[in-house]
């Protein structure tokens, strides 16, 4: 690595899980595709953070097309403050996260007393895994995805 790092841009990096709020929107500029969605972040059932993303990358984009309300997206990136001003003359700002990485998982089928993930064997759960994001393992102890981010 170089020696001269703008430490204030290497420290603008975020890593978070959550579920898509609603279907995410495709946008086009000149000759780039664009995607907006929002996710739900859930500290606990009492605490759930909202949070706007945007990816300018193609995979993304591409992956998002189909994408469900409800699923579960990892996400990696940066942040973007966007700053204008309203119709009344206000001054306004929002954080935005901006995705470089992204992985989703098949949103789960609820059945009256279980969810059928977590009834699946390990090597199941692996398959479907990779099946539905191209990579990734289940780690049968957590049930959590590992190496996500290849």
């Known amino acids: 690595m170089d020696g001269n790092i703008n ?20 946008g086009h500029t000149g000759q780039k595709d664009f995607v ?10 009492e605490n759930v953070s909202f949070f706007d993303c945007v990816s300018w990358h193609e995979k993304i984009v591409e ?16 942040l973007k403050q966007e700053r204008w001003e309203s119709k009344e003359g206000k001054k306004r700002n929002k954080v ?3 995705v470089e990485k992204l992985q ?3 949103k789960k089928a609820h059945t009256s007393n279980h969810t059928t993930a977590t009834e699946k064997s390990p090597s199941e759960r692996s ?17 959590m995805v590992e190496d996500i981010f290849k």
């Open 7 to 26: 430490k204030e841009v290497f420290m603008n990096l975020f890593g978070i899980g959550g579920n898509l709020v609603r279907q995410p929107e495709i």
């Open 127 to 143: 398959s479907r895994v990779s099946a539905a994001t191209g990579g990734g393992t289940v780690d049968p102890k957590t049930d």
């Open 36 to 45: 907006n969605f929002s996710i739900a972040h859930n500290h606990s059932k």
């Open 63 to 78: 992956k998002l097309v189909h994408a469900e309300t409800g699923q579960r997206v990892e996400i990696s990136g940066w």
């Open 96 to 98: 935005k996260l901006v």
């Open 104 to 106: 989703t998982w098949p």
